[in-house]
């Protein structure tokens, strides 16, 4: 569109498309390994050139502490360098791209081209699911990243939609970071009515109760909480047609899970049986109930997978950088509340559910981050021209303005000129 840099637009665009289209397996090892999204974000960033507009803020302070707080662990040997290098390639880079994006871009641009992207990604889902034919997984690659993320899954007999994600909940868990974004995107509002349906309806297609929960959170947060999520016609609307999808599909869903039956269940109940690994974590650095086996696998405490991105963080890198992540994570909940919260913002804190429930996984780790970015960038520039961008509970546009009353003339005091307030000088302190 007019008004875009063509350069910087092209290259987001690029790496929206990397990210989304090409799966994890055909990461490189350069040094260390390299995700085909990672690698875009390092030529994106340097076309973008982060270092001419983006103002640091507290956020990125209390991130490169995180960073520092590794970075001591690992010299001490209380880390391992591969935890470093996902923590830098794939939270720092998606981080610092989104932060770059919103500056360069501009938030309205940055919305378009992810409701262009992931509207294509909405489609192929249910393209999917309908067919029972992912075009990805065709793409084998002779390597253990194919071999974990290059199968696909069902639940109770059903196709789990995963796209190029390699993983259903990766897949449902990115198109509810960006229901936001769709939502609030400055395209005309039948538009964004049926993309953001779109995307609300392909999560459904991935059967993970992840997904679907933070899509369903992300867009009541929206309605209620995001101005810009437009007139109040849309809003009700949107409501009503998630509502009526809802009903609809959920016998059949249920359906799924019930025939899923002990699956299902267990799944919930291996997240529980993750808590007492809370008590394995240390100040800083990882957890001494680490092990490596013989084959490579890692594992904590007997688990070799770590269902929640809040637990292996804490794991991984200790208490104290988990509190810190933890801190910016309050700040965005207090800044939706507090009605100063962005689309970015809002979709980061709809992701709360899934944070305490799944792993940071393939895509969705780097375009977690990017959203994180956005949102910290979107916050600093509606802090700096004092803008507001959202009311609580956002009942303004279901309101009509109430009518003002004419003052009568004899009612009017004039000051003089002089005595004027804008006249007033301001007077000093000491």
Known sequence: MAGWPPLASSVFIAWLAIACFVPYWFSINIGIGWSPASLAAVAAIVVMRPWRDVRPVLADALLGLVVLSWAIA???GDSTFSSGAVMITQWGF???????AAVRLGMPAVSVMITLVFCLVAALAFVEFATVWNPFVDL????SLYATWGSLQERGGVLRAEGAFGHSIALGASLALVVPLVLTSPLPEPVRFFATMLVLGASTMTVS?????CAAIALVLSVLFLREAGSARLRISLMVAAAAVAVTLW?????IFDVAGDEASASAEYRGDLIPLMGEMKLLGQSPAFLRAADGSAYFGGFRSIDSSFILTGLSYGIVPLLMLT????AAVIAVLRSSATPATVAIV????ALFSVALITQYTIIFWLVAGLAVSSLAAARRTGASRTEFFSIAPFVPPRPTRAVPSHRVQHLPTEQAPHDTPTPHTT
């Open 327 to 330: 801190l910016l994570l309050a």
């Open 94 to 100: 998606g981080y610092v791209l989104g932060r770059t």
């Open 251 to 255: 016998p059949p869903v249920s359906t």
């Open 74 to 76: 690992f010299a001490t």
């Open 209 to 213: 109760r992840t997904g679907m929960t």
């Open 350 to 353: 709809a992701q709360i559910p």
């Open 140 to 143: 084998a690659v002779n390597n």
